[in-house]
């Protein structure tokens, strides 16, 4: 199965922000514990590389690691050499999928209008990223996969526990789900993380009902 079907399989895709290297594999761990099994860890997040690199070795064996807010080549080749196995942006650059294509990594660029999205899809985009979300709703989802279906598609920006599902059901494959979901500066002690593992569960267990 590759990257791409995993993510679907999954539907959720952690987003994790300000983490570090001593943290990172905790929160792993956590989000491993309640069900949670994909991530992107951002790229802006200093020291991104060897932060990758130590989730990568020694975070869940099952875990699918990618990294997030990459907006540029340079970028998207550094954190692929550290490891990470997919590419997620907030904007569109061609530039980067060609480079992603050549190491083929799957990459997630970040759309929103229906030329952005088959442009992607023309630069080796299989997936897109609606961004922002919130901003439209779910039922602008549904309006662009019907003229659009060969375009698989994750939303992020704005998605909780009450709004996943009708993402979901209105056409997107998978959704990103950042601070709702992950805080990695109020991990400050054992009872954040086991919190944590709950906010996984309950995102997990709602999806699937």
Not at 64 to 86: C, H, K, N, S, W
Not at 136 to 150: A, D, S, T
């Amino acid at each position: 199965m590759n990257i791409l079907e995993q993510i679907k399989q999954h539907k959720i895709v952690a987003v994790i922000r300000h983490a570090d290297e001593q943290n990172i594999v905790p929160i792993l761990n956590a989000l491993a514990a309640g069900g949670v099994f994909a991530v992107e860890i951002t790229a802006e997040t200093p020291n991104v590389q060897r932060i990758i690199e130590v989730a990568v070795k020694e975070g869940p064996d099952d875990m699918i690691i990618g990294a997030g807010t990459v907006l540029d080549p340079e970028t998207a080749r550094t954190v692929i050499m550290a490891g990470a196995q997919f590419i997620v942006s907030p904007t569109l650059n061609v530039e980067t999928l060609k480079l992603t294509n050549r190491y083929h990594i799957e990459t997630i660029p970040g759309v929103l209008t229906p030329t952005e999205i088959q442009t992607a899809y023309e630069n080796g985009a299989n997936m897109v990223k609606i961004f922002p979300a919130d901003t439209f709703g779910p039922g602008y989802i549904k309006n662009i996969r019907g003229p659009l279906p060969h375009v698989e598609a994750m939303v992020t920006g704005g998605i909780n526990l009450d709004n996943m599902n009708e993402y979901l059901a209105n056409g997107s494959a998978a959704v990103g789900i950042g601070s709702n979901l992950v805080n990695a500066k109020a991990l400050t002690n054992e009872e954040a993380y086991t919190e944590l593992t709950e906010r996984a569960k309950a995102f997990v267990l709602r999806k699937e009902s």
